[in-house]
């Protein structure tokens, strides 16, 4: 009689812990279809000398949709003038051509013909970093890193000129 009572309670237990592996295991399954479909590019970085804005173009080259810039993330490596090499991590301000220092922003959208301010497979938009210290003149370099939401990784350097 008390190994039934014992059993009669540790069922809805190990039935809860069961449904949360399930929950868990659903979830996980969903980010890896979503990462195994999305991809990104950056291309034509432009880094004027003796700025404090670099510039590039973000391509969707998978087949999800980019929205949730928030959480995004920048790093930008760069060569500044006056010091040596400078690593910073930019926060989303939104939709502006300059974005205040220590931020980045999404200055134009390229091809958005489907979705307004959504990058849509096979469309770009031009993001513009605003960084603490001015570059290097002509002969350094830059390097911007970019995770979307979903967890995908770009980079690409380029020269400041």
């Known amino acids: ?7 009669g309670m540790a069922i809805p237990a190990i039935l ?5 592996m399930s929950t868990a295991t659903s979830q996980r399954l969903q980010i890896d279809d ?11 970085i432009q880094a ?8 590039f173009v973000l391509n969707n080259t998978g087949s999800t949709k980019l929205w949730d810039y928030q959480k995004f993330s920048v790093l930008v490596t760069y060569d500044a003038l006056g010091s ?3 690593t910073e991590e930019l926060a989303y301000q939104g939709i502006s051509p300059a974005p205040s220092q220590g931020f980045w ?3 134009q959208f390229n091809n958005d013909y ?3 301010r959504i990058i849509n497979p096979g469309e770009s938009a031009k993001l513009v970093c605003h960084v603490s210290s001015p570059l290097l003149g002509a002969g350094g370099t830059v390097t911007v890193a970019l995770s979307t939401d979903a967890g995908v990784v770009t980079s690409r ?3 400041i000129i």
């Open 84 to 86: 040596s090499r400078k």
């Open 48 to 55: 004027p000398p003796l700025g404090n804005q670099i510039s």
């Open 157 to 159: 350097s380029g020269a």
């Open 105 to 107: 922003s999404i200055s």
């Open 1 to 7: 009689m008390m190994i039934a009572i014992v059993m």
């Open 16 to 20: 809860a812990a069961n449904a949360s």
């Open 34 to 44: 979503i990462q195994s479909k999305s991809s990104v590019s950056i291309t034509s």
């Open 114 to 116: 489907a979705d307004p």
